[in-house]
């Protein structure tokens, strides 16, 4: 009985020690973190951080604390890097360490760690590097691609002067137009205008996207333990979500019923034909779960930030006439107005050039960048963060880096022009993000930027239901992205 006693006491008292030991050790790692706003139990610093204005909040923060500082998202312990250095430090001189994928609430709902985006470890690079060379071999970045956008910029052109002249919200007809690019990679064939599954499918996808920049979508960012158990609109995105994960789990069964192993027609096929490669490979990364949630990547990222992006350009240059006036300018001198716009044009065309990145940097699509996360304890200037911590680089912080940027909060295409009216590169200009995790769709969304802006540009000119000084464009929310004022526009034929 005293033996019994006194094995529990020592019990008790080794793992008493343990404890105290991994509290000190882990009190002596978090007084290395980055300094930040002290934290509540629970809540974190949600006193601070207003979601209605969370990137301004950040922003604010950082006046105090400097570039690198430490916030809690609820029980989420994030890193937080603004301004071109910190970013360009974390990201590309310590690439590897910070290559992890830290969360998304409203998207990782229903992605849970599958598909190309969302991954992490050996998972994440087998998908990418897999997606990479099967988008490649379907066109991206070959002649192949141009040819797609060319043609659908046709429809787009046909679609918008059928509307004779009248005032439209313009949202459906971009959407339309892009998604249809990366559905005739991914899904080899492309819908018309008038289908209403394809409407209802970009609808979903608008509503989904828009939801994660609002108050609410912020708020489950902080709380999404407890919120995805409770009634709200947080509940409509993730139905939206299941609709397209359903729509993509059509697709692909429609594909697995005719598929020929010898003549993939698309991406899916091309992810089927791996699966049967590999099926004998317990380790495999190619499964179903993985083929329907990188399709949903690709659908969903191929559509959503360059329709917002050119929603964002028009509005801009209903705001700028004299920016409009100019590009047309240089279109009819460099392109003409009896061809097809062609994406070795944009080497003669400065101006246009300069307005395409001017437009990417000030609309600022996705202003928080994709969390990531240190895949190792790291050590970060003077700091040490702990494996696993979340990190999110402040992509807008660096498009308006005032080291960079002469005046960041203003439209101007100078920010991209020498003195002698020469495209000129910034290295600050960073809208599909840098490192090892940065947007392998970027080659795609510059070719779809420039031809399906010239294209609709050479053919009409644009005109506000507003005078261009009380055109607001200003964003309607600022969250994980950023969403443009609704408006109506009419497409007046050059």
Same mark, same amino acid.
Request: net charge positive.
């Given at each position: 009985m005293?033996?019994?006693?006194?094995?529990?006491v020592?019990?008790?008292v080794?793992?008493?020690?343990?404890v105290l030991?991994?509290t000190?050790?882990?009190?002596k790692?978090?007084r290395k973190?980055?300094p930040?706003p002290?934290?509540l139990?629970?809540?974190?610093n949600?006193?601070q951080?207003?979601t209605?204005?969370?990137?301004?909040?950040?922003?604010k923060?950082?006046e105090?604390y400097?570039?690198?500082?430490?916030?809690?998202?609820?029980?989420r312990?994030v890193?937080v890097l603004? =301004?071109y250095?910190?970013?360009?430090?974390?990201l590309l001189?310590?690439?590897e360490?910070f290559?992890g994928?830290g969360e998304?609430?409203?998207?990782?709902?229903i992605f849970?760690?599958?598909g190309?985006v969302?991954s992490?470890?050996?998972r994440c690079?087998?998908?990418?590097?897999?997606?990479?060379?099967?988008?490649?071999d379907?066109g991206?970045?070959k002649?192949g691609i141009e040819?797609r956008i060319q043609?659908e910029?046709?429809f787009?052109v046909?679609?918008?002067?059928s509307?004779?002249g009248t005032?439209?919200?313009?949202?459906? @007809?971009i959407?339309?137009a892009?998604?249809?690019?990366i559905?005739?990679i991914?899904?080899?064939d492309?819908?018309? @205008?008038?289908?209403?599954?394809?409407l209802s499918l970009?609808s979903?996808m608008?509503?989904?996207?828009q939801f994660?920049a609002?108050?609410? =979508?912020?708020?489950?960012?902080?709380?999404?333990s407890?919120m995805k158990h409770?009634?709200?609109?947080?509940?409509d995105a993730?139905?939206?979500?299941t609709?397209?994960?359903?729509f993509?789990?059509?697709?692909?069964e429609?594909n697995r019923?005719?598929?020929?192993?010898n003549?993939?027609r698309n991406?899916?096929?091309s992810?089927?034909i791996?699966m049967?490669e590999?099926k004998n490979?317990p380790n495999?990364?190619?499964?179903m779960?993985n083929?329907?949630?990188t399709t949903?990547n690709?659908?969903?990222?191929?559509?959503?930030?360059?329709?917002t992006t050119?929603? @964002?350009?028009?509005?801009l240059?209903?705001?700028?006439?004299?920016?409009e006036a100019?590009?047309?300018?240089e279109?009819d001198r460099?392109i003409g107005?009896n061809?097809?716009p062609?994406?070795?044009?944009?080497?003669?065309?400065? @101006?246009t050039?300069a307005?395409?990145?001017?437009?990417q940097r000030f609309?600022d699509?996705?202003?928080?960048?994709?969390?990531?996360?240190?895949?190792?304890d790291t050590?970060?200037?003077d700091?040490?963060i702990?494996?696993g911590?979340e990190?999110?680089p402040?992509l =807008?912080?660096?498009?308006?880096?005032?080291?960079?940027?002469?005046n960041?909060g203003d439209?101007?295409?100078?920010?991209f022009?020498?003195?002698?009216g020469q495209?000129?590169?910034?290295?600050a200009?960073v809208p599909?993000?840098?490192?090892?995790?940065?947007?392998?769709?970027e080659?795609l969304?510059?070719m779809e930027?420039?031809?399906f802006?010239?294209?609709?540009?050479?053919?009409f000119?644009?005109?506000?239901?507003q005078?261009p000084?009380?055109?607001?464009?200003s964003?309607?929310?600022?969250?994980f992205?950023t969403?443009?004022?609704?408006?109506t526009m009419?497409?007046l034929?050059?």
């Open positions: 005293l033996a019994s006693g006194l094995l529990l020592a019990v008790i080794c793992l008493s020690v343990m030991m991994s000190w050790q882990q009190r790692i978090f973190l980055p930040g002290t934290p139990p629970f809540i974190g949600y006193l951080l207003d209605e204005q969370i990137y301004n909040s950040i922003m923060i950082s105090r400097g570039p690198v500082f430490t916030i809690y998202l609820g029980t312990r890193v603004c =301004g250095d910190a970013v360009k430090e974390a001189d310590q690439a360490d290559s994928r998304q609430a409203t998207f990782g709902w849970e760690n599958h190309v969302f992490n470890g050996e690079k087998h998908l990418r590097r897999f997606s990479i060379s099967t988008l490649r379907f991206l970045g002649r040819e043609e910029a046709g787009i046909e679609a918008l002067r509307t004779g005032f439209i919200d313009p949202t459906f @007809y959407s339309q892009i998604a249809n690019v559905c005739s991914v899904f080899g492309r819908f018309d @205008y008038e289908d209403k599954e394809f970009l979903m608008l509503q989904s996207f994660t609002t108050s609410t =979508g912020q708020l489950l960012e902080f709380f999404m407890v409770l009634p709200g609109p947080h509940q993730f139905k939206n979500l609709g397209l994960k359903n993509i789990i059509k697709k692909v429609q019923c005719t598929l020929d192993p003549s993939p991406f899916i096929d992810f089927l791996r049967k590999e490979n495999s990364e190619f499964f779960k083929l329907v949630m949903l690709l659908f969903i990222a191929g559509t959503e930030t360059v329709s050119l929603r @964002y350009a028009l509005l240059l209903m705001k700028y006439p004299e920016v100019k590009v047309h300018e279109i460099v107005r061809r097809q062609k994406f070795e044009d944009r080497v003669k065309m400065p @101006y050039d307005v395409i990145h001017e437009i609309g699509v996705i202003p928080m960048g994709l969390a990531r996360r240190v895949t190792k050590k970060f200037r700091f040490l702990p494996k911590t990190v999110f402040i =807008g912080s660096v498009l308006r880096d005032t080291k960079f940027f002469s960041p439209f101007n295409p100078q920010h022009l020498d003195e002698k495209f000129r590169k910034s290295d200009f599909f993000s840098i490192g090892k995790r940065y947007c392998f769709g080659g969304a510059r930027l420039f031809l802006l010239t294209t609709i540009m050479q053919n000119r644009f005109k506000s239901s005078e000084q009380d055109i607001d464009v964003p309607k929310f600022v969250g992205s969403i443009p004022r609704n408006y009419c497409f034929p050059r």
